[in-house]
C-alpha cells in the first residue's frame, strides 16, 4: 500500500457489489475515508467490515438513488456527514442494466433506467461540486461502458445512457476543470466471473474471443484505473474516458 489517497475522502455509489466495491476497496486500501453506498444493507455492511478488516476507514450509507434531485441532495449531504465535512472524490458508479429490445421497453423501465444511470448521478454531482470547489478541489470518476461505442443486441436503452455519462464528463470537465475539480470516466469492457469448467460459456466471454487480452476482465482492473484517475499522477488528466476493456473497441476483433 502507498497510501496516494491518504487524508482523502471518497463517495461511490452503488459499491456493495462488483465494479463499485471493488473500486471503494482499493481507495480504502491507499489510505481514503470511504463512504460505501447502495440499497442492500447487508451486503454494504459486508464491504466496511472487509475493508475496516484490513485496516481501512469506511461506512455504509444506505441510499435509492432513483433519479431524484432530493435523493441525491441527501445522499450528499450525509456522505459529507460522515467523512468529516467533505467529500475529496466522487464516483458515480450505481447503474441498472434491463436489457429489453427497444420495441419491448415500457416507458417505466426508460424512466426508471434513466433516473438511476443519469439524473441521479447529474444530480449528485451538482450536489458535491460547490463543497470541493469550497475545499480546494475534487475528482469526479463518472463509468461509461464499452457499449457507448459498439452496438450490441438489445443494448439501446442502457448504452445511451452510458454514452450520455461520457459525454456529461466532457461538458463537466470543460465547466468544473477552471474551479479545481476534475471530471474523468472508466468505460469497463465486459467483466465477468469466468464460466466454471464444463458449462457454455457466458456471451460476454464469446465476445472477447480474438481481442487482445482474449478473455473477460475482473472488477479489479476497473478498480485499478479509477485508483489513477483519482490519485495526483493523473493530475493534468481532464475529460478522458478510459477504456478497460481487453482492447475490445479499439482494436479489430478477429474471429477464432
Known amino acids: 500500500m502507498s497510501e496516494r489517497l491518504q487524508g482523502r475522502t471518497a463517495l461511490v455509489t452503488g459499491s456493495t457489489s462488483n465494479i463499485g466495491q471493488a473500486i471503494a476497496e482499493a481507495f480504502a486500501a491507499e489510505g481514503a475515508h ?3 453506498s447502495g440499497r442492500n444493507r447487508e451486503r454494504g455492511a459486508r464491504v466496511v467490515e472487509g475493508i475496516r478488516a ?9 441510499a435509492d438513488l432513483d433519479g431524484s434531485k432530493d435523493a441525491s441532495q441527501d445522499l450528499a449531504d450525509r456522505a459529507r456527514e460522515a467523512l468529516g465535512g467533505r467529500i475529496d472524490i466522487l464516483v458515480n458508479n450505481a447503474g441498472v442494466y434491463p436489457a429489453p429490445a427497444t420495441t419491448a421497453t415500457d416507458e417505466a423501465t426508460f424512466d426508471t433506467v434513466y433516473g ?4 441521479a448521478p447529474f444530480f449528485l454531482t451538482a450536489a458535491v461540486v460547490p463543497g470541493m470547489v469550497e475545499h480546494g478541489g475534487g475528482v469526479i470518476i463518472n463509468l461509461g461502458s464499452w457499449i457507448a461505442r459498439l452496438g450490441v ?3 439501446a436503452l442502457y448504452s445511451s445512457t452510458k454514452g450520455a455519462m ?5 461538458a463537466w470537465a470543460a465547466e468544473f476543470g477552471p474551479l479545481g475539480v476534475r471530471v474523468n470516466a472508466v468505460s469497463p469492457g465486459v467483466i465477468l466471473p469466468p464460466t466454471p469448467e464444463g458449462r ?3 456471451p460476454g466471454e464469446v465476445m472477447m ?3 487482445p487480452a ?8 476497473i478498480a485499478h484505473a479509477a485508483l489513477w484517475l483519482a490519485g495526483d499522477e493523473a493530475a493534468f488528466v481532464h475529460g478522458s474516458v478510459i477504456d478497460v476493456d481487453g482492447g475490445r473497441t479499439g482494436v479489430a476483433v478477429i474471429a477464432a
Request: cysteine-free; glycine content about 16%.
Open 116 to 119: 438511476v444511470n443519469v439524473k
Open 214 to 221: 482474449g478473455r473477460v476482465g475482473t472488477p479489479e482492473a
Open 54 to 62: 484490513h485496516g481501512g476507514r469506511a461506512d455504509f450509507l444506505v
Open 34 to 36: 470511504v463512504v460505501v
Open 200 to 202: 457454455e460459456p457466458h
Open 153 to 155: 443486441p438489445l443494448g
Open 166 to 170: 461520457e459525454t456529461l464528463t466532457r
Open 209 to 211: 474471443k480474438g481481442t
